[in-house]
Nanobody, 122 residues
Framework: QVQLVESGGGLVQAGGSLRLSCAASGRTFSSYALGWFRQAPGKEREFVAAISSWSGARRVYADSVKGRFTTSRENGKNTVYLQMNSLKPEDTAVYYC??????????????WGQGTQVTVSS
């Protein structure tokens, strides 16, 4: 069982930056791939970024955030991060982290956090 708690959301102006953190419980954190998803009002949840287990050698990003967002993990702290730069109003959403066996599709993630709100003003 893994419990995930996101933090770091807030209100930021367009062009600004935020860093989201997702802290996990459990002793097997390193063995999980971790993903970031977001859901804007009235829209379906969508993939943002993912990082593979252990060393995190594999990272994937949605086209909409490529070059602006970076995900990383710190296994010693059981934490995964999402650094978001050059934020745009369309990045406004509730951001969720998730843990699963592979950095794959949404359905492949077993554990989900409660989400943190990110609001980007124009």
């Amino acid at each position: 069982q893994v419990q995930l708690v996101e933090s770091g959301g807030g209100l930021v102006q367009a062009g600004g930056s935020l860093r989201l953190s997702c802290a996990a419980s459990g002793r097997t954190f390193s063995s999980y791939a971790l993903g970031w998803f977001r859901q804007a009002p009235g829209k379906e949840r969508e993939f943002v970024a993912a990082i593979s287990s252990w060393s995190g050698a594999r990272r994937v990003y949605a086209d909409s955030v490529k070059g602006r967002f970076t995900t990383s993990r710190e296994n010693g702290k059981n934490t995964v991060y999402l650094q978001m730069n050059s934020l745009k109003p369309e990045d406004t959403a509730v951001y969720y982290c998730a843990a699963g066996p592979v950095p794959g599709e949404e359905y492949e993630y077993n554990y989900w956090g409660q989400g943190t709100q990110v609001t980007v003003s124009s």
